[in-house]
């Protein structure tokens, strides 16, 4: 009896012991399914298995709960046009464990309900991008371009991204986002606006406005003035990359520097980039995105560990198969 008494309390449940914790997975619920045929499916389907298992082998879960699921989108209208590859990812979601203060169990614990600490590898999508698919933008798309925080760099022939700061939890900690693009010799499936390309859609546009608010006036004239002297410039000036102000779309004043707080890069996707003979199912890009909640080490623990688990080599020899 003394001995079970002792064992008992020895198995205690604490945040400490917890943290060190071999940790499960757990499949979640089946992803949605969207205009994708059945071939394509299969073919997909194999693909994020792969990827499920180059994680899996290279990567045990500590502290956590890990819940894995997969999602399938395929051609809409309402998204795109001349379509030339579906979307579909692998989805990691991090559930760290919790002693259960409830139970007079003291030795049970469970995996949290909710979590923003996740991981998303995704195919031929970047969703940073306001969804930009292996599809023209469709002809009635609000802007006609997509705004692209930063500009890519490459690191270790690979594109990273940037990261997002500012998004906040439930409970005030910080939840940031890191991004990566894994593609065909570091090549991107999207392209830059010239100035003079988004200057003539924005020009468009303020045409419109003016015409549904009942004709000209003073105010309009200022921004199409800004717009027809800056189609006055030089070619060279003209053919640089267009760098715009979050609030200054199409009340144009002016283009800014890269790196100003607040602007943009205006870009679209670049078909070029894609295979076109290769089935719907083929992946052509990779879009991984690790999210964290900081301030929580079973989280940045096992984020890290998963960003060695991925191999972003062997996700691009998966490109065009």
């Known amino acids: 009896m003394i001995l079970i008494a002792i064992s008992s309390s020895a198995q205690d449940c604490s945040q400490e012991l917890l943290a060190s914790k071999p940790g499960t997975w757990q499949p979640g619920i089946g992803g949605s399914v969207r205009n994708i045929s059945a071939t394509d499916l ?36 309402a998204s795109g046009k001349n379509w030339v590859a579906d979307n579909f990812y692998y989805a990691m979601y991090i559930h760290m464990y919790y002693c259960d203060q409830k139970s007079t169990d003291k030795s049970k614990f469970y995996p949290e309900v909710e979590t923003s600490t996740d991981v998303h590898v995704t195919a031929n999508a ?16 609000s802007r006609g371009y997509l705004k692209l925080e930063e500009r890519p760099q490459q690191k270790d022939g690979f594109y990273y991204m940037g990261e997002t700061d500012g998004t906040v939890s439930w409970n005030d900690d910080p939840v940031i986002e890191y991004r990566w693009l894994v593609t065909y010799d570091e090549k991107l499936p999207f392209k830059y606006f010239s100035r003079r390309e988004y200057l003539e859609i924005v020009k468009k546009k303020l045409a419109i406005t003016i015409q549904n608010d009942g004709g000209p006036s003073d105010y309009y004239s200022e ?56 089935p719907h199912s083929a992946p052509q890009f990779f879009y991984v995105v690790y999210k964290i909640e900081k ?27």
């Open 126 to 141: 970047i969703w940073s991008l306001k969804e930009l698919f292996a599809a023209d933008l469709p002809d009635d798309d």
């Open 42 to 77: 299969a073919k997909e389907k194999v693909v994020l298995a792969k990827i499920h298992t180059m994680i899996k082998e290279r990567y045990s879960p500590t502290g956590c709960q890990v819940v894995y699921s997969n999602a399938f989108s395929g051609a809409s209208k």
């Open 223 to 278: 921004f199409l003035n800004k717009i027809d002297e800056a189609l006055s410039q030089p070619e060279a000036e003209l053919n640089k990359d267009a760098i715009c102000m979050w609030n200054d779309e199409e009340r144009f004043t002016g283009f800014v520097e890269e790196g100003t707080k607040g602007s943009f890069f205006a870009v679209k996707p670049d078909l070029s980039y894609f295979n076109k003979k290769l």
């Open 295 to 321: 301030n929580y080490p079973v989280y940045e623990e096992n984020i890290a560990a998963i960003q060695n688990a991925i191999d972003f080599k062997a996700l691009r020899a998966m490109l065009g198969k």
